[in-house]
């Protein structure tokens, strides 16, 4: 680490002396291309390093000298891409961005960082840090939240849209959670009166209880599901859905959420003027962005009852196992040719 910090005393240095100089935008970018590099390792640091103490401390020093580098004057406009493990999302019209990554102290503890860059004309910084307090709340989506509350996500889709003439912003993101679920969110960011930003609301989500069927509101939602399982939350431009996975519990267990799998069929949030409303189910002829339509009715027979036999297949997919099938066939296969002592058997 001694040489990266070397790196970056020798970026921090050209930078007092290029304010001196009144360098132009061009020249303000050659030196945060410097200030970069010596942040770069640090960024890797944090999340691949092979104890937490040595992510924790790559941690503080990217802190130290990412917040150094969005100091220089028009940094806004520099994409730091060679930060691979820090999720960059500029806001659809430009007015901010959001940087947010997490930091894994072992499988029962994680936390996200981040930090929202506001666009200014003048070049100069504006930047509000992010601080998560999951840990510390049972009611995660319960309440208009600020900065200093957030619940934390690694953002990857910023959705614009407008209750009335203000601007609301859609965030999906990804939490790890603990070592048996993940999570995925849907957040809402805003700025108050004084353009301060804010999480959530007590209006921006509908949702309908299934057995009263009445509607009521939560300040953010999110899904929780097996570790595992490939659980995809997606926004559909062409449909203006939010499309999501429906869950089941494969063990019939569904008191805990870490058992939760998709089982084939989807949910989504439509926009209705001023908030997200859920819907049940994809309205017809409606695909995944990506090109594949739904399964309908994956794990259920014609009767409607679960499919055991595929639940078993779809879970051993999620875990990357092979299926009963395919383990029947390695073994057959085996037993017709003879396997030496130093083949290896892989199923």
Do not use: C
């Amino acid at each position: 680490m001694t040489k990266r910090i070397g790196l970056l005393l020798v970026a921090i240095s050209l930078f007092v002396g290029a304010l001196h100089a009144q360098p132009s935008k061009k020249e303000y970018f050659k030196l945060l291309k410097q200030m970069e590099l010596g942040i770069k390792g640090y960024a890797n640091d944090m999340i691949n390093a092979d104890h937490w103490y040595k992510r924790f401390e790559a941690d503080s020093f990217f802190i130290r000298g990412f917040v150094q580098a969005l100091k220089v004057p028009y940094s806004y406009s520099y994409p730091f891409d060679s930060l691979k493990t820090v999720s960059r999302l500029y806001a659809p019209d430009s007015s901010f961005r959001i940087f947010t990554w997490q930091m894994m102290k072992d499988f029962t503890y994680y936390r996200q960082k981040g930090a929202i860059q506001m666009r200014t004309k003048d070049g100069s910084l504006k930047l509000y840090p992010l601080f998560d307090i999951s840990s510390f709340t049972n009611l995660p989506n319960d309440s208009l939240r600020t900065v200093n509350n957030w619940i934390g996500a690694i953002y990857y889709k910023i959705i614009e849209t407008k209750a009335g003439n203000q601007p609301v912003y859609t965030l999906l993101g990804f939490d790890a959670n603990g070592p048996r679920s993940n999570k995925k969110w849907m957040d809402i960011l805003t700025f108050n009166e004084e353009g301060a930003p804010q999480f959530g609301g007590t209006k921006y989500f509908k949702l309908q209880a299934d057995t009263a069927k009445q509607k009521y509101f939560v300040a953010r939602y999110s899904v929780e599901y097996k570790k595992e399982a490939k659980m995809r939350m997606l926004y559909d431009k062409e449909a203006d859905l939010i499309v999501y996975d429906h869950l089941i519990s494969e063990n019939n267990e569904p008191e805990n959420l870490y058992t939760y799998v998709p089982d084939g069929t989807y949910e989504a949030f439509k926009w209705k003027s001023d908030h997200w409303e859920h819907l049940n189910e994809l309205p017809g002829g409606v695909a995944l962005g990506d090109g594949n339509a739904p399964v309908e009715n994956l794990l259920y027979d014609d009767n409607g009852n679960i499919n055991q036999k595929k639940i078993e297949k779809l879970s051993r997919k999620n875990m990357a196992l092979p299926t009963q099938e395919e383990d029947e066939r390695k073994i057959s296969n085996k037993k017709k040719k003879p396997q030496s002592s130093e083949e290896k058997v892989d199923y």
